[in-house]
């Protein structure tokens, strides 16, 4: 059971490089989520997607790129990276509103 | 809209001590709560759940009743151990609304032998 698979788990940058975080889910789940997670900050959400095809703003988007082309995978893109982006960074799926999401181990990027 | 408020930790406990994580909330509708619980170094695991008022979501010896009337859904524990030590977070989601979730902040629990 593979669940939700993140990678890389662990990435250091510079600024003003550009990256992408890797999200792949095993369980046919219609729903996923990015989210950041800063000390004091809790989880906030990034971007989301409904389904294949379409995507959302969350409450800090600004700086992130996703697209959901199929139902398995979800990859958050950095385009310019910035010292402020530097976060943990959680995927995570669900089968429809109102379930338990699913969440990957992390991955944990600096930005220098 | 939807929020949720829990209590700020860190939590200090000892070993066998009775644990009480405070979680309240608003909804405009009627959601389904959660309670995740998030080991070092790891992603958030769901720890229990109740999808209407007066259910009781139960797992590893941790409970949290959904009382409407107070709007709440506090996680206990009879006997807390080392292993516990953790951050939990409580969350909502409305079924009949938006797929987002509401997570609160998180409550680190740390547990001393």
């Known amino acids: 059971n593979a669940g939700v698979t993140q990678t890389p788990k662990f990435q250091v940058l510079k600024t003003g490089q550009s990256m992408t975080l890797q999200c792949a889910q095993d369980?046919?789940?219609?729903?996923m989520s990015w989210y950041r997670q800063d000390p004091g900050m809790g989880l906030r959400l990034i971007h989301y997607?409904?389904?294949?095809?379409?995507?959302d703003q969350g409450e800090v988007p600004n700086g992130y790129n996703v697209s959901r082309s199929t139902t398995e995978d979800f990859p958050l893109r950095l385009l310019s990276a910035a010292p402020s982006q530097t976060s943990v960074y959680f995927c995570?799926?669900?089968?429809?509103?109102?379930?338990?999401?699913?969440f990957g181990d992390g991955t944990r990027l600096s930005i220098l | 809209g939807d929020s949720v408020t829990q209590m700020e930790g860190p939590v200090t406990l000892s070993e066998e001590a009775f644990l009480t994580i405070n979680c309240t909330y608003t909804?405009?509708?009627?959601?389904?709560l959660f309670w995740y619980v998030q080991y070092p170094g790891e992603g958030l695991q769901l720890l229990l759940k109740?999808?209407?008022?007066?259910d009781k979501g139960s797992n590893k010896g941790f409970e949290a009743t959904y009382r409407k009337e107070t709007t709440s859904f506090h996680l206990e524990k009879g006997s807390v151990q080392v292993s516990d030590s953790a951050v939990y977070f409580c969350?909502?989601?409305?079924?009949?609304?938006?797929?987002?979730?509401?997570f609160g902040r998180g409550t680190s629990l740390i547990v001393h032998p």
């Open positions: 369980m046919n789940h219609e729903y």
């Open positions: 995570a799926s669900s089968d429809r509103a109102g379930q338990p999401q699913h």
């Open positions: 909804a405009t509708g009627y959601p389904s």
């Open positions: 969350a909502l989601s409305d079924s009949g609304g938006s797929y987002i979730p509401t």
């Open positions: 997607s409904v389904g294949a095809g379409i995507t």
């Open positions: 109740a999808t209407k008022a007066d």
